[in-house]
């Protein structure tokens, strides 16, 4: 199992890598931690799940210069790209956003799989909540990604 | 041809002209039209007839010549790319089906430079994110992948054959656009190397804008000197996208920038009889500026500046607003400050050997559930904080901090001073001044009060709740828990204070537009904010200079940075009630320096043998720690690891102490201007 993990924050991504493990022992995971990582990952790879943040800065924070601009909606442009790329990787959304912004239009989570999977022509499986205080996402990215099985 | 008639005298003298009437008598598009079309245009344009006129009737030319292209037509990818970069803005005369039908065609498909102008008047007509993917695509694909380099070439190269489209892309590479070039870009560096290259060759060739590119390309210069001091500490920072605001500022605010520039003109360079200040404080409210008829250029100066701020702090694409909602009250600042609490939290479930924390360690889940319920005020002081205070303030938003407003007495300060510098600009200009750098600093100037109080606010309110409760709960739990309590209890608080005081770091304004500052600020703007951030700061501050020092950018950033360790340092470990003191001065030697002497003092000598122990221990460390606001107050490593990277004749940092008077010294020299030191060096 090839799983790509777009994330930039470590602690988010520590715990989202331990559930995909739980999940697939043997998962092999991809990180990219910025926009042009993902974009660059995505441009030369198929992956059997992309777990995807929506805010995002344009390059990793540890390269000179650091992070760019912020992109509050990076995970958008990784979308688009898969679009236009034809991608068929699957995609799921971990975000701490209650909704997520395209072309002007606010989406509530529980609606952004159908919309955007349409909208874009590419599959999102699920637009999950991420939060601190509350594990309901981690049951909801458990089921997930065991339906890829 | 009527209209080709009106225009003969112009368009005979090219070959884009002869180009032209041959493809538009063949077209199915009637002289009439065009010249209804022209004429209705005309009176929107003021007096540079000729030339607007000529321009204007170009575009509608080359988009009635693109619109009669069929894959039969007779033309070359030459001939479109000389039709397209003679016609700014035909995009706005040509529908989407014209220009999917101009991709379509061969000459279109069998050239990538053809296919990326065409991508790009598409975005620009239609402005989507799909299509501005697409132009990028394009435009990489002109570019072997991770080769950078080659841009400035291929400009060079175009501009043999169709010079005002070179420099047309040229524009067009804005920093913006290029830190998205995914397959060619991987850092801020490769951006701004990038940029700056295209800069110097704009200066080159594009006579029109030399004096912007000019400023452009210093900046960048500036920028990336000290791109590694800035780096870490920039990308949390609050921010507005300067890009897409100055496109909002041209497409609203242009008409009035113009006419505010006529209107000087016009006035000449009478000095005003009074100051805004004093103008202003005759009103009671705001009626005059919704006059907008026969009033001076400050008047119209002001309007433009109201509407500006307002963009700046809410525009919903580009604004600070739009930053703040996107990158820091949704997640990041409850994820910043929570993470390290739900750490402590996991190691102490882990303890007990069960996440869920069975019964089996007793005390060790009471302790968690003691903690577990701090947590939970300190998530409820979070939500408020990003729901009430990190907010705009307006009718809805009461208690949000950030006023952006110009009405305070210290903003109206610096709106007298930006009126009088852009109208003395203008004037020694001849009118060709752009404005918008001013009213883009100004903006930033007027948010700066906003930010101490968003930092005072984190510092002090936020931060004394949460450590007085975590206080309380340790305080208020069972003798047989406080004893497994206390370590989690000790680590949180520190974390908790260390990620507070990251939270302040990004509320500092990251922008510095001018290149020559007051040294006497900087020390007085770093006492303040060490002042802000400790509340148990108690020292007399004393700063000793004879007059003020001019510094540059960098010089000031640097000295910024080392200000804030050791004023932090001194108020951190000096004696309390005790006096920091700053002297500085000028050293006229080859370069120019500026010596700097902060010294503190200890409690007693064997305070002063320790703190003596702990700084060589940090001076000698090997690892130069980049990161001084995530550290709170410390980061003299950092110091050291600026001067390492910055050898130039005649730096000194270095520390002494007094045994009699129980103090601690640190020196430390630099040029004054930083940036000219260091090319000379080069």
Redesign the interface.
Same mark, same amino acid.
């Given at each position: 199992m090839k799983i790509l993990l777009v994330e930039d924050d470590e602690f988010k991504a520590a715990d989202l890598g331990a559930i995909i493990l739980e999940v697939y022992r043997d998962a092999c995971i991809e990180r990219a931690m910025s926009v042009t990582a993902a974009l660059r990952w995505l441009s030369t790879q198929k992956f059997d799940v992309v777990l995807l943040d929506m805010s995002l800065p344009t390059f990793d924070m540890s390269g000179p210069g650091g992070g760019g601009s912020p992109q509050g909606q990076g995970g958008i442009e990784v979308l688009r790209l898969a679009r236009r790329l034809h991608h068929i990787s699957p995609f799921i959304i971990v975000t701490q956003y209650p909704d997520i912004e395209l072309e002007g239009r606010s989406l509530r989570l529980a609606d952004a799989p159908q919309i955007l999977s349409k909208m874009l022509g590419i599959s999102i499986k699920s637009c999950i909540l991420y939060e601190l205080d509350d594990d309901s996402w981690r049951r909801e990215l458990r089921i997930v990604l065991n339906t890829r099985r | 041809l009527g209209v080709y008639d009106v225009h003969k005298q112009d368009l005979e003298q090219s070959q884009f002209g002869k180009l032209a009437a041959r493809l538009v008598s063949a077209s199915d598009v009637k002289p009439a039209q065009l010249r209804e079309i022209s004429t209705w245009e005309l009176p929107f344009f003021s007096t540079e007839t000729r030339l607007i006129r000529h321009q204007s009737f170009s575009v509608l030319v080359v988009s009635a010549v693109l619109r009669s292209l069929t894959a039969e037509s007779n033309i070359s990818t030459q001939q479109i790319l000389d039709l397209i970069s003679r016609a700014e803005g035909v995009q706005s005369y040509l529908s989407l089906q014209t220009l999917d039908a101009i991709s379509s065609l061969p000459a279109t498909t069998n050239s990538l430079l053809l296919r990326f102008l065409v991508a790009e008047l598409r975005f620009r007509r239609t402005r989507?994110?799909?299509d501005e /993917?697409?132009r990028r695509?394009h435009f990489m694909d002109l570019f072997p992948a991770n080769n950078r380099h080659d841009i400035v070439p291929f400009l060079d190269e175009l501009a043999h054959d169709h010079p005002i489209l070179a420099i047309q892309i040229a524009r067009w590479c804005t920093r913006?656009f290029l830190?998205?070039l995914?397959?060619i870009? =991987? #850092? @801020?560096?490769d @951006?701004?190397e990038v940029r700056l290259g295209i800069c110097v060759w704009l200066i080159l060739h594009d006579k029109l804008l030399e004096e912007d590119h000019t400023e452009e390309r210093n900046a960048l210069e500036r920028e990336l000197s000290n /791109?590694?001091t $800035? #780096?870490?500490i920039?990308?949390?920072r609050v921010?507005v996208?300067e890009e897409l605001f100055r496109e909002w500022f041209n497409d609203t605010q242009q008409p009035s920038a113009v006419r505010y520039v006529q209107t000087v003109i016009a006035e000449g360079s009478v000095i005003a009889n009074e100051s805004l200040i004093a103008y202003f404080s005759k009103f009671q409210n705001d009626e005059l500026l919704m006059s907008t008829a026969s009033i001076g250029s400050d008047l119209i100066l002001v309007q433009i500046v109201d509407q500006t701020l307002s963009a700046f702090a809410s525009d919903e694409n580009f604004g600070l607003d =739009?930053?703040l909602?996107? $990158?820091i009250r949704?997640?990041?600042l $409850?994820?910043h400050l /929570? =993470?390290p609490v739900?750490?402590v939290l996991r190691d102490l479930a882990e303890m007990s050997g069960n996440r869920d924390m069975a019964a089996d360690d007793d005390r060790s889940m009471r302790a968690h559930q003691i903690l577990f319920k701090w $947590? #939970?005020k300190l /998530?409820h002081a979070i939500d408020h904080v990003r729901k009430e205070i990190i907010q705009v303030k307006s009718p809805q938003n009461r208690n949000g901090l950030i006023q952006s407003s110009w009405r305070t007495v210290t903003n109206v300060r610096y709106l007298d001073a930006v009126v009088n510098r852009v109208r003395q600009r203008v004037i020694e200009t001849g009118g060709s001044y752009d404005i918008f750098p001013d009213v883009y600093a100004f903006c930033w100037d007027c948010l700066e009060a906003d930010l101490v109080q968003l930092r005072r606010y984190m510092a002090r309110d936020f931060l004394a709740g949460a450590l007085t409760s975590l206080k309380n709960a340790y305080g208020e739990s069972p003798s047989d828990v406080k004893q497994i309590l206390w370590g989690p209890v000790a680590a949180i608080g520190t974390e908790v204070k260390n990620r507070v005081y990251e939270v302040c770091g990004w509320f500092i304004r990251p922008v510095f537009r001018r290149n020559e500052y007051s040294l006497k600020t900087l020390i007085n703007t770093y006492f303040s904010t060490v002042k802000e951030l400790d509340e148990n700061y108690n020292f007399a501050e004393h700063l000793i200079m004879e007059q003020d020092i001019s510094i540059d950018r960098l010089t000031f950033e640097l000295l910024g940075d080392i200000l804030f360790i050791l004023i932090g340092n001194a108020a951190q470990h000096g004696k309390a009630n005790g006096r920091i003191t700053i002297v500085a001065r000028w050293v006229a030697d080859r370069t120019d320096h500026v010596e700097l002497t902060v010294t503190s003092e200890a409690d007693n000598q064997a305070s002063l043998v320790e703190a003596v122990n702990r700084i060589n221990a940090a001076i000698t460390g090997t690892e130069a720690d980049r990161a001084a606001v995530r550290e709170g107050f410390s980061g003299l490593r950092k110091i050291k690891g600026l001067f390492s990277s910055r050898q130039l004749v005649g730096n000194v940092f270095d520390f002494y102490h007094e045994s009699i008077e129980c103090s601690i010294t640190f020196l430390i020299r630099i040029p004054a201007k930083f940036m000219a030191a260091r090319l000379e060096l080069v």
């Open positions: - | 989507s994110g799909d /993917l697409e695509s913006r830190e998205r995914f397959r870009m =991987a #850092s @801020v560096r @951006v701004l /791109l590694e $800035r #780096s870490d920039d990308s949390t921010h996208d =739009a930053y909602s996107r $990158r949704h997640g990041t $409850r994820g /929570l =993470a739900d750490k $947590r #939970s /998530l």
